[in-house]
C-alpha cells in the first residue's frame, strides 16, 4: 500500500532514522533505541511468514465487499481470535520467535518473565501442544469477548479436533494464572500480533479502493493513525495516514478530524513547536471537539529522509505538547502516552 505514497525516495531504513532522530533530539535515544529493536525484529517477523494471506480469495472478496459499510478487510479476523484459526497460532508463535527475545533486548526488567513466555509458546510437546494453546489464550484475551462466552479449543498433532466450553480469560486473569506479571504478558501478545497484522498489511494493501476509503480508521486493520504525512505534489493537499497497529498507508482529506470526522475549520487547529524553527514541517493536528490530535509532517518541507514507522517516536515532542494541553492521541500506545 505504501507504494501508492508520492517520494519513494524519501523512504529509509530503520537505522538511518534512528540516527537522524538522534543528531535532532538526543534525549529520546533510550526510547528510540528500544522502539527501533522491536521495529527490526516486527521486519523479520515478517520476512520469516508465509508470502500468503491469512484470508483466501473468497474472504478477500467477501471483506472488499463489507468495506463499503465501513469494516476494514481483517474485521472477520479479529471477530475470531476467541477460536483463532491453527494457520494464525502458527504464525502468531512463529513472529514471537522473533518478537518476544527482542522485547527482552528492549525492556530487560521484563526479560525474565518475556523468556517465560517464549518458551510456553515454543513448546510443541505431543501430549497438550502448550505452544498452541498459549497462543489461542493470549489471542482471546485481546479479542472481543465472544458471544456466547464459549469458545472451542482445536488441535492435536494428528489434527483432531475437541470441544470444549470455556470462559473468556482477561489478561490479567490469564497472567496471575500463569503467575506473570500483566504487562510482561500484554506487551508479549500484542507486539507479536502486531507483526502478524503488519505482515497482512503488506500483502492485502492493493485490495484498498484509497479514493473509496474516506475514513479515519484503517482499512485493513481499523487501527488509528500515529502519524500523518501531507503528500506532496501532484497530490497537493492529501493527507495519508499510517496505522500504528499494522503500518499500512491510507489517504484522508486534510482538512477533517479522524477521530469524530469534524470539518468546521473554525475547531481544527495545527499544535507547533514555536520554539524549534527546524522543525516547521512538523505539527499536531488537533480537533477542539473531540480533544483529540495525531503527530503530522509535511513532506514537501522535509530536508531528510523518513522511516514511517520510526517517523512517530521521532514527533515524540509534539505528543508531549498536545498531552500538556489536555488532548488525547487519536492511537494511544504505550511509546506516545506521555503526560
Known amino acids: 500500500m505504501r507504494q501508492t505514497l508520492q517520494d519513494q525516495e524519501r523512504l529509509c531504513g530503520v537505522d538511518e532514522a534512528m540516527a537522524d532522530i538522534l543528531a535532532r533530539r538526543p534525549a529520546l535515544e533510550d526510547i528510540a533505541t528500544s522502539y527501533s529493536l522491536l521495529l527490526k525484529a516486527r521486519l523479520a517477523a ?5 508470502g500468503t494471506s491469512l484470508l483466501d480469495a473468497a474472504a478477500i472478496t467477501a471483506a472488499q465487499a463489507n468495506m463499503a459499510s465501513g469494516r476494514p478487510l481483517l474485521d472477520g479476523l479479529f471477530e475470531t481470535l476467541a477460536t483463532p484459526a491453527p494457520e494464525l497460532l502458527t504464525r502468531f508463535r512463529a513472529a514471537a520467535g522473533h518478537m518476544l527475545p527482542a522485547a ?6 521484563l526479560a525474565a518473565d518475556l523468556a517465560r513466555v517464549a518458551v510456553r509458546l515454543a513448546d510443541t510437546s505431543a501430549a497438550q501442544d502448550t505452544g498452541d494453546s ?3 489464550e493470549l489471542l482471546a484475551a485481546i479479542g472481543p469477548e465472544p458471544d456466547p462466552a464459549t469458545t472451542t479449543t482445536k488441535g492435536t498433532k494428528a489434527g483432531q479436533r475437541t470441544e470444549q466450553r470455556t470462559e473468556q480469560r482477561t489478561m490479567e486473569a490469564l497472567a496471575a494464572a ?3 506479571p500483566g504487562p510482561a504478558l500484554h506487551m508479549a501478545t500484542t507486539e507479536t500480533l502486531m507483526a502478524v497484522l503488519a505482515h497482512e498489511a503488506t500483502l492485502l494493501g492493493r485490495h484498498v479502493d484509497q479514493g473509496a476509503w474516506q475514513r479515519g480508521y484503517c482499512p485493513v486493520c481499523g487501527g488509528g493513525p ?9 497530490q497537493a493537499g492529501t493527507l495519508w495516514l499510517h496505522c500504528g497497529q499494522c503500518s499500512a498507508l491510507w489517504s484522508f482529506p486534510g ?3 479522524p477521530a469524530c470526522d469534524c470539518v468546521d475549520p473554525t475547531r481544527l487547529e495545527v499544535l507547533r513547536a514555536e520554539d524549534d524553527t527546524a522543525a516547521a514541517h512538523e505539527g499536531a493536528p488537533c480537533c477542539r471537539d473531540c480533544r483529540t490530535y495525531y503527530p503530522a509532517v509535511k513532506l514537501a518541507e522535509l530536508a531528510g529522509r523518513i522511516n514511517l514507522e520510526m517517523l512517530p517516536i521521532g514527533l515524540l515532542h509534539l505528543d508531549l505538547l498536545a498531552q500538556e494541553r489536555g488532548l488525547t492521541p487519536v492511537a494511544p500506545s504505550p511509546w506516545n502516552t506521555l503526560a
Request: glycine fraction near 4%.
Open 255 to 257: 482538512m477533517r478530524c
Open 178 to 180: 500463569l503467575d506473570l
Open 46 to 50: 515478517q520476512a520469516a511468514l508465509p
Open 226 to 234: 500515529d502519524v500523518g504525512l501531507l503528500a506532496t505534489e501532484p
Open 104 to 109: 527482552a533486548q528492549a525492556f530487560p526488567n
Open 134 to 136: 498459549l497462543a489461542a
